[in-house]
């Protein structure tokens, strides 16, 4: 019998087999067939059949497919999902790892500096492309909407990895698609070591822990339902009422008496996590979007919203085998919507785990004890200093006001067109700017005012102020590619357009509101 999300407390599931590593992929020769030509910026749709002719040679030479697979998430009927797969035509193959049990995606793991191919080849009935969540890389590689292609055929990325270390994530991108692609699975985590985080001497092998958070609706065939396409439903975003963690409900972590580093993705449609310990104890964050921190940051509590990651420190070293805790998610105002006088109740949310509502994510037992003594590092990184008085708008930020119009979310009232730039969306090439977010709403919009985790490709960011009504909770140090705004809120983040020019979205990252056009072009001009 499944239990949903509330009802927690349960044993949970092993998880100890989680990321076992892929064998048997050897020498499989060269894929042919359907490969976008690397450089052709016109050429969407055209299939030519080999690897174009480049210079470059790749660490890692994977393909990556979406296709359809089912997986036995419940006892029962397996769960029908759409699933990445990978097979490596040159590289090490612990570089690739599959979650056993999981929808999602395998875990792919690469240095900073070094070089990878991917051949993304569409198996679904729907056009996709994969955008690479917090990479830093040419915006023919970035995985625009524009770059979709059908089933059946392939999408070639080349690009080095140039980020800083850190837990980067990749999904599908297709205009209005996004969420139920996602949704049904297509999601897999992106790692980046660098040296400066192998001096930092952090927990690794399996004390370092990348853990997806997603939530999830079932039919009693074991079936992921996703929204009515109700609009209220919409409006509010997908809410499910069970609590994944890499792809498995009542996710129990075995642990031994030892330092972990927990890496946390929200990979939810729309779910906000509110992340505490069970025990009121402080959480250490160590890490978020764009890697380490300069030195960890101690938070009562931290929010987590779609497409935002966070790094964890937590040690059991002082405690016995057989200690459990848990990681919640506590009680939370969502704002306007839902609330009061919108036809009297929660319409368009999940009736039985809202956004907002408190609940265990997942729970960690000691099973094994181990003399292994590892202190918390006081420095993890070195952050660039990003001047804020650099930026060649300091006296006049560009705006950006989130809004709902006529029942749906704009960016200054414009939704999104594929290949729109509105002239206040044109950056200077080799700048640095100001961009402000406005979650204010006011009057009876401030009835509609939601959170809006706002997400930026092809670039990490640095926040340099919140204004309006400040919650706790964020961790607003280091660098970021994704942050939340909780309705009445205002933020100041300073972007440096340094190289890449060409088209990139912002966007809002949930998903029903990115679907729905609350995403926009900007464009990067050389001269
Ligand atoms: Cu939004």
Redesign the pocket.
Known sequence: MKKRAMATGTAGGNGRRRFLKLAGYGALGLMTGGFRPLLDHSAAGQNPETIPQTEFVPDLDISLMARPDEVAVFPGNPTQVWRYHAIIHKGDKNRVIEIPRSYLGPVIKMRQGEKIRIRFKNSIPEESIIHWHGLHVPAIMDGHPRYVIPKGQSYLYEFEVRNRAGTYWYHPHPHGRTGPQVYRGLAGLFLVSDEEERAAGLPDDEHDVPLVLQDRSFDPDNQLVYTSGHRMEQMTGFLGDWIMVNGMPDFTLPVSTSAYRLRLLNGSNSRIYKLAWQDGSPLTIIGTDGGLLERPADRRYAFLSPGERLEIWADFSEHPVGFETSLISLPFETGGMGRGMMMGGRIGQNQSLPNGAGFTIFRMKITKHVKKNQTLPKMLSEIRPLPQDEAVNFYSPRQFYLTMRQMQ?SINGRVFEMEGVADDEIVQLGSKEIWEFNNTGGGMMQMMN?P?PIHLHGKQFRVIERSGVVHEGYVDEGWKDTVLLMPGERIRILVDFEDYPGMFLYH?H?LE?EDMG?MRNYFVRES
């Open positions: 979310w939601l809006h809002c949930n509101h609350m």
